[in-house]
Protein backbone atom coordinates (compact mmCIF):
# COMPACT_ATOMS: atom_id res chain seq x y z
CA UNK A 1 0.00 0.00 0.00
CA UNK A 2 0.95 3.67 -0.62
CA UNK A 3 2.34 5.36 2.60
CA UNK A 4 -0.11 6.94 4.69
CA UNK A 5 -2.76 4.55 3.10
CA UNK A 6 -3.89 3.11 6.30
CA UNK A 7 -4.81 6.70 7.97
CA UNK A 8 -7.18 7.53 5.29
CA UNK A 9 -9.09 4.50 6.45
CA UNK A 10 -12.12 5.68 8.11
CA UNK A 11 -12.31 2.90 11.13
CA UNK A 12 -15.93 1.36 11.07
CA UNK A 13 -16.01 0.89 14.72
CA UNK A 14 -16.44 -3.09 14.70
CA UNK A 15 -13.59 -5.91 15.11
CA UNK A 16 -13.02 -8.93 13.48
CA UNK A 17 -11.25 -12.50 14.70
CA UNK A 18 -9.07 -14.44 11.97
CA UNK A 19 -8.14 -17.83 13.08
CA UNK A 20 -5.87 -19.04 11.11
CA UNK A 21 -2.80 -17.33 8.71
CA UNK A 22 -2.92 -18.83 5.96
CA UNK A 23 -4.34 -17.47 2.14
CA UNK A 24 -7.26 -17.64 3.25
CA UNK A 25 -7.04 -15.89 6.34
CA UNK A 26 -5.00 -13.36 4.94
CA UNK A 27 -7.25 -12.35 1.90
CA UNK A 28 -9.84 -11.78 4.59
CA UNK A 29 -7.64 -9.63 6.68
CA UNK A 30 -6.74 -7.29 3.83
CA UNK A 31 -9.92 -7.18 2.59
CA UNK A 32 -11.80 -6.38 6.01
CA UNK A 33 -8.77 -3.92 6.73
CA UNK A 34 -9.42 -1.95 3.83
CA UNK A 35 -12.90 -1.78 4.95
CA UNK A 36 -11.87 -0.54 7.86
CA UNK A 37 -12.35 -3.16 10.48
CA UNK A 38 -9.91 -3.90 12.99
CA UNK A 39 -8.52 -7.29 12.60
CA UNK A 40 -6.72 -9.26 14.85
CA UNK A 41 -5.07 -12.61 12.93
CA UNK A 42 -3.82 -15.55 15.65
CA UNK A 43 -2.15 -18.06 14.55
CA UNK A 44 -1.38 -21.61 16.60
CA UNK A 45 2.44 -21.91 14.52
CA UNK A 46 5.01 -19.74 15.59
CA UNK A 47 5.40 -18.72 11.98
CA UNK A 48 2.89 -16.70 10.06
CA UNK A 49 1.51 -17.46 6.35
CA UNK A 50 -0.04 -21.05 7.56
CA UNK A 51 0.77 -23.46 4.46
CA UNK A 52 2.42 -21.12 2.97
CA UNK A 53 5.30 -20.65 5.21
CA UNK A 54 5.31 -24.75 6.38
CA UNK A 55 3.90 -26.60 3.70
CA UNK A 56 5.44 -24.90 0.58
CA UNK A 57 9.23 -25.18 0.75
CA UNK A 58 11.14 -22.06 0.03
CA UNK A 59 12.29 -22.89 -3.67
CA UNK A 60 8.47 -22.88 -4.54
CA UNK A 61 7.80 -19.88 -2.19
CA UNK A 62 10.92 -17.68 -1.36
CA UNK A 63 9.79 -16.32 2.40
CA UNK A 64 10.46 -12.58 1.19
CA UNK A 65 8.01 -12.68 -1.14
CA UNK A 66 5.52 -14.34 1.91
CA UNK A 67 7.09 -11.49 4.25
CA UNK A 68 6.42 -8.74 1.63
CA UNK A 69 2.48 -9.98 1.63
CA UNK A 70 2.53 -9.90 5.66
CA UNK A 71 3.87 -6.64 5.92
CA UNK A 72 1.53 -4.69 3.58
CA UNK A 73 -1.36 -6.38 5.71
CA UNK A 74 0.13 -5.21 8.90
CA UNK A 75 0.39 -1.17 7.96
CA UNK A 76 -3.66 -1.70 7.30
CA UNK A 77 -3.39 -2.14 10.76
CA UNK A 78 -4.17 -5.66 10.90
CA UNK A 79 -2.45 -7.38 14.32
CA UNK A 80 -1.10 -10.83 14.09
CA UNK A 81 -0.37 -12.86 17.17
CA UNK A 82 1.48 -16.06 15.99
CA UNK A 83 1.99 -18.78 18.56
CA UNK A 84 -1.61 -18.25 19.86
CA UNK A 85 -3.96 -21.12 19.84
CA UNK A 86 -7.62 -20.42 20.09
CA UNK A 87 -8.91 -23.00 22.76
CA UNK A 88 -5.53 -23.09 24.05
CA UNK A 89 -4.20 -19.60 24.93
CA UNK A 90 -7.26 -17.48 24.49
CA UNK A 91 -11.28 -19.01 24.92
CA UNK A 92 -14.12 -19.19 22.97
CA UNK A 93 -15.71 -17.07 25.69
CA UNK A 94 -12.65 -14.09 24.95
CA UNK A 95 -12.94 -14.29 21.44
CA UNK A 96 -17.44 -13.74 21.16
CA UNK A 97 -16.61 -11.39 23.72
CA UNK A 98 -14.28 -9.10 22.49
CA UNK A 99 -14.93 -9.67 18.40
CA UNK A 100 -18.20 -8.74 16.62
CA UNK A 101 -17.35 -11.64 13.97
CA UNK A 102 -15.10 -14.42 13.56
CA UNK A 103 -13.58 -15.85 10.52
CA UNK A 104 -12.16 -19.68 11.12
CA UNK A 105 -9.29 -20.22 8.51
CA UNK A 106 -7.56 -23.31 9.90
CA UNK A 107 -6.48 -25.23 6.83
CA UNK A 108 -6.04 -29.24 7.04
CA UNK A 109 -3.00 -30.12 8.36
CA UNK A 110 -3.71 -33.53 9.75
CA UNK A 111 -2.43 -36.13 7.48
CA UNK A 112 -4.52 -39.16 6.21
CA UNK A 113 -3.00 -42.65 7.19
CA UNK A 114 -2.24 -45.49 4.83
CA UNK A 115 -4.01 -47.80 7.12
CA UNK A 116 -1.18 -50.81 5.92
CA UNK A 117 0.50 -52.91 9.45
CA UNK A 118 4.21 -51.56 10.35
CA UNK A 119 3.22 -48.03 9.56
CA UNK A 120 3.78 -46.85 13.42
CA UNK A 121 7.63 -47.90 13.47
CA UNK A 122 10.56 -45.56 13.44
CA UNK A 123 11.17 -44.05 10.02
CA UNK A 124 7.61 -43.44 8.90
CA UNK A 125 6.68 -39.27 8.71
CA UNK A 126 3.80 -37.85 6.84
CA UNK A 127 4.38 -35.61 4.09
CA UNK A 128 2.88 -32.17 6.19
CA UNK A 129 4.35 -32.94 9.25
CA UNK A 130 8.03 -33.91 7.20
CA UNK A 131 7.51 -30.27 5.62
CA UNK A 132 6.47 -28.51 8.55
CA UNK A 133 9.44 -29.77 10.60
CA UNK A 134 11.81 -28.32 7.74
CA UNK A 135 10.61 -25.48 7.58
CA UNK A 136 10.18 -24.67 11.23
CA UNK A 137 13.98 -26.61 11.60
CA UNK A 138 12.72 -29.39 13.93
CA UNK A 139 14.50 -31.92 13.62
CA UNK A 140 13.23 -33.36 10.27
CA UNK A 141 15.68 -36.32 8.88
CA UNK A 142 15.46 -38.83 6.24
CA UNK A 143 17.77 -41.45 5.71
CA UNK A 144 19.73 -42.87 2.36
CA UNK A 145 16.62 -44.68 0.60
CA UNK A 146 13.67 -42.69 0.56
CA UNK A 147 10.21 -43.71 -0.63
CA UNK A 148 6.90 -41.38 -0.65
CA UNK A 149 3.58 -42.31 -1.40
CA UNK A 150 1.20 -39.99 -3.21
CA UNK A 151 1.23 -37.98 -6.14
CA UNK A 152 0.03 -34.66 -5.30
CA UNK A 153 2.40 -31.35 -4.67
CA UNK A 154 2.71 -32.48 -1.30
CA UNK A 155 4.17 -36.40 -2.28
CA UNK A 156 6.20 -33.86 -4.82
CA UNK A 157 7.38 -31.34 -2.58
CA UNK A 158 8.38 -33.79 0.31
CA UNK A 159 10.47 -35.95 -2.59
CA UNK A 160 12.49 -32.79 -3.64
CA UNK A 161 13.20 -31.90 -0.29
CA UNK A 162 14.26 -35.04 0.72
CA UNK A 163 16.40 -35.31 -1.81
CA UNK A 164 18.42 -31.45 -0.75
CA UNK A 165 18.62 -33.04 2.92
CA UNK A 166 21.01 -35.71 1.16
CA UNK A 167 19.07 -38.62 0.56
CA UNK A 168 20.63 -40.71 -1.90
CA UNK A 169 17.64 -42.28 -3.89
CA UNK A 170 13.95 -41.26 -3.52
CA UNK A 171 11.22 -42.59 -5.55
CA UNK A 172 7.60 -41.72 -5.28
CA UNK A 173 4.72 -44.17 -5.47
CA UNK A 174 1.94 -43.41 -7.02
CA UNK A 175 -1.23 -45.84 -7.43
CA UNK A 176 -1.77 -44.83 -11.14
CA UNK A 177 -1.58 -41.83 -13.30
CA UNK A 178 -5.05 -40.22 -12.32
CA UNK A 179 -3.80 -39.59 -9.09
CA UNK A 180 -0.44 -37.71 -10.24
CA UNK A 181 -1.83 -34.96 -10.14
CA UNK A 182 1.21 -32.56 -8.99
CA UNK A 183 1.88 -29.26 -10.85
CA UNK A 184 3.65 -29.83 -13.78
CA UNK A 185 6.39 -27.79 -12.76
CA UNK A 186 6.56 -30.02 -9.99
CA UNK A 187 6.96 -33.44 -11.73
CA UNK A 188 9.53 -31.69 -13.87
CA UNK A 189 11.25 -30.65 -10.90
CA UNK A 190 11.40 -34.22 -9.65
CA UNK A 191 12.67 -35.83 -12.67
CA UNK A 192 15.57 -33.69 -13.20
CA UNK A 193 16.42 -34.19 -9.93
CA UNK A 194 16.97 -37.67 -10.75
CA UNK A 195 13.75 -38.62 -8.65
CA UNK A 196 11.68 -42.14 -9.66
CA UNK A 197 8.49 -41.91 -10.24
CA UNK A 198 6.58 -45.27 -9.71
CA UNK A 199 3.75 -45.82 -11.67
CA UNK A 200 0.92 -48.44 -10.61
CA UNK A 201 2.44 -49.50 -6.81
CA UNK A 202 1.55 -48.98 -3.72
CA UNK A 203 3.11 -50.15 0.18
CA UNK A 204 0.70 -52.68 1.74
CA UNK A 205 3.02 -53.32 4.64
CA UNK A 206 5.95 -51.57 6.31
CA UNK A 207 8.83 -53.51 7.38
CA UNK A 208 11.12 -52.86 10.51
CA UNK A 209 14.00 -54.58 12.37
CA UNK A 210 14.36 -53.48 16.30
CA UNK A 211 11.27 -51.30 15.76
CA UNK A 212 13.02 -49.38 12.91
CA UNK A 213 11.65 -49.24 9.16
CA UNK A 214 13.86 -51.75 7.15
CA UNK A 215 11.65 -51.42 3.69
CA UNK A 216 8.31 -52.14 2.44
CA UNK A 217 6.24 -54.78 0.96
CA UNK A 218 4.65 -53.46 -2.05
CA UNK A 219 2.32 -54.50 -4.45
CA UNK A 220 1.09 -53.67 -8.13
CA UNK A 221 -2.07 -51.50 -9.07
CA UNK A 222 -4.26 -51.42 -12.36
CA UNK A 223 -7.34 -49.74 -12.67
CA UNK A 224 -10.63 -51.42 -11.37
CA UNK A 225 -14.28 -52.00 -13.32
CA UNK A 226 -15.71 -48.78 -13.18
CA UNK A 227 -18.42 -47.74 -10.18
CA UNK A 228 -21.52 -46.24 -10.40
CA UNK A 229 -19.86 -42.92 -11.47
CA UNK A 230 -18.12 -44.48 -13.57
CA UNK A 231 -15.09 -43.94 -12.07
CA UNK A 232 -12.51 -47.06 -11.83
CA UNK A 233 -10.75 -47.40 -8.69
CA UNK A 234 -6.95 -49.07 -8.39
CA UNK A 235 -7.02 -52.04 -7.47
CA UNK A 236 -4.42 -54.62 -6.34
CA UNK A 237 -2.83 -57.40 -8.50
CA UNK A 238 -2.75 -60.43 -7.13
CA UNK A 239 0.89 -62.20 -6.91
CA UNK A 240 2.92 -58.92 -8.04
CA UNK A 241 4.01 -58.38 -4.76
CA UNK A 242 7.81 -57.38 -3.78
CA UNK A 243 10.09 -55.62 -1.34
CA UNK A 244 11.40 -52.26 -1.35
CA UNK A 245 14.22 -51.81 0.40
CA UNK A 246 13.70 -47.91 2.34
CA UNK A 247 14.71 -46.81 5.52
CA UNK A 248 12.23 -43.93 5.14
CA UNK A 249 8.84 -43.62 3.92
CA UNK A 250 7.29 -40.33 3.22
CA UNK A 251 3.09 -41.12 2.98
CA UNK A 252 1.55 -38.16 1.60
CA UNK A 253 -1.67 -38.92 0.07
CA UNK A 254 -4.21 -36.10 1.82
CA UNK A 255 -4.98 -34.10 4.63
CA UNK A 256 -8.08 -33.30 6.35
CA UNK A 257 -8.89 -30.46 8.88
CA UNK A 258 -9.40 -31.07 12.60
CA UNK A 259 -12.48 -30.04 13.58
CA UNK A 260 -12.05 -29.55 17.49
CA UNK A 261 -12.27 -25.53 17.05
CA UNK A 262 -15.22 -25.73 14.78
CA UNK A 263 -16.88 -28.22 17.96
CA UNK A 264 -15.59 -25.68 20.03
CA UNK A 265 -17.17 -22.81 18.43
CA UNK A 266 -20.54 -25.27 18.05
CA UNK A 267 -20.20 -25.15 14.01
CA UNK A 268 -21.97 -27.68 11.95
CA UNK A 269 -19.28 -29.91 10.14
CA UNK A 270 -19.90 -32.46 7.48
CA UNK A 271 -19.91 -35.89 6.88
CA UNK A 272 -16.64 -35.06 5.15
CA UNK A 273 -14.96 -33.55 8.21
CA UNK A 274 -15.27 -30.18 7.05
CA UNK A 275 -16.90 -27.02 8.23
CA UNK A 276 -20.33 -26.48 6.72
CA UNK A 277 -20.72 -22.84 4.78
CA UNK A 278 -23.03 -21.04 2.45
CA UNK A 279 -21.31 -21.21 -0.77
CA UNK A 280 -21.57 -17.52 -1.41
CA UNK A 281 -21.26 -15.80 1.77
CA UNK A 282 -19.51 -18.39 4.05
CA UNK A 283 -21.40 -18.15 7.07
CA UNK A 284 -21.08 -20.79 9.29
CA UNK A 285 -24.19 -22.67 10.77
CA UNK A 286 -23.60 -19.99 13.70
CA UNK A 287 -24.13 -16.30 13.35
CA UNK A 288 -21.73 -14.04 13.01
CA UNK A 289 -19.44 -17.14 12.47
CA UNK A 290 -17.66 -17.61 8.79
CA UNK A 291 -15.54 -19.90 7.68
CA UNK A 292 -13.06 -20.63 4.42
CA UNK A 293 -10.39 -22.18 3.27
CA UNK A 294 -9.26 -25.83 3.38
CA UNK A 295 -11.19 -26.31 6.49
CA UNK A 296 -14.43 -25.99 4.37
CA UNK A 297 -13.01 -27.40 1.21
CA UNK A 298 -10.28 -29.81 2.30
CA UNK A 299 -7.46 -29.95 0.55
CA UNK A 300 -7.78 -27.45 -2.43
CA UNK A 301 -5.24 -24.77 -3.46
CA UNK A 302 -4.33 -21.37 -2.70
CA UNK A 303 -6.23 -19.43 -5.17
CA UNK A 304 -9.61 -21.13 -4.12
CA UNK A 305 -8.28 -20.34 -0.37
CA UNK A 306 -7.75 -16.42 -1.24
CA UNK A 307 -11.40 -16.26 -3.24
CA UNK A 308 -13.19 -17.80 -0.19
CA UNK A 309 -11.50 -15.16 2.12
CA UNK A 310 -12.52 -12.49 -0.02
CA UNK A 311 -15.89 -13.98 -0.31
CA UNK A 312 -16.50 -14.40 3.38
CA UNK A 313 -14.96 -10.38 3.70
CA UNK A 314 -17.75 -9.32 1.58
CA UNK A 315 -20.18 -11.24 4.01
CA UNK A 316 -19.27 -10.04 6.87
CA UNK A 317 -18.58 -6.59 6.33
CA UNK A 318 -22.31 -7.25 5.36
CA UNK A 319 -22.98 -8.48 8.35
CA UNK A 320 -21.06 -5.96 10.66
CA UNK A 321 -22.69 -3.19 8.51
CA UNK A 322 -26.45 -4.82 9.02
CA UNK A 323 -27.01 -5.52 5.28
CA UNK A 324 -28.33 -9.07 4.28
CA UNK A 325 -25.35 -11.41 3.97
CA UNK A 326 -25.52 -11.56 -0.27
CA UNK A 327 -26.10 -7.98 -0.67
CA UNK A 328 -23.21 -7.06 -3.24
CA UNK A 329 -23.70 -3.22 -3.30
CA UNK A 330 -20.72 -2.86 -1.15
CA UNK A 331 -17.55 -4.06 -3.78
CA UNK A 332 -16.29 -0.88 -3.66
CA UNK A 333 -15.66 -0.54 0.19
CA UNK A 334 -14.47 -4.37 0.17
CA UNK A 335 -11.61 -4.86 -2.40
CA UNK A 336 -11.20 -7.62 -4.49
Known amino acids: ?5 ANRIEPSGKSVAIIG ?4 GLS ?3 SLALAGHRCVVYEALRVLGGM ?14 LERDLTSIRNLGVTFKPGTSVGRDISREQIEKEFDAVFIATGAHESRKLGIPGEQCAGVVYGVEFLRQFS ?3 GAEVGKRVMVVGGGNTAFD ?9 AETVTILIRCRDEMIAAPEEIAGALAENIEIMLGATAIKVVSENGRMTGAQCIRMKLGEPDANGRREPVPIE ?7 ADTLIPAISQYADTKLAELFELQISKLGTVVTDDITMATSKDGMFAGGDVVTGPSNVIEAIAQGKRAARAIDNYLSGRPLRQSENRRRVHS
Open 1 to 5: PESGK
Open 21 to 24: SGPA
Open 28 to 30: AAH
Open 52 to 65: LAVGIPDYRLPPDI
Open 136 to 138: LDQ
Open 158 to 166: AARVARRMG
Open 239 to 245: GTEFFFE
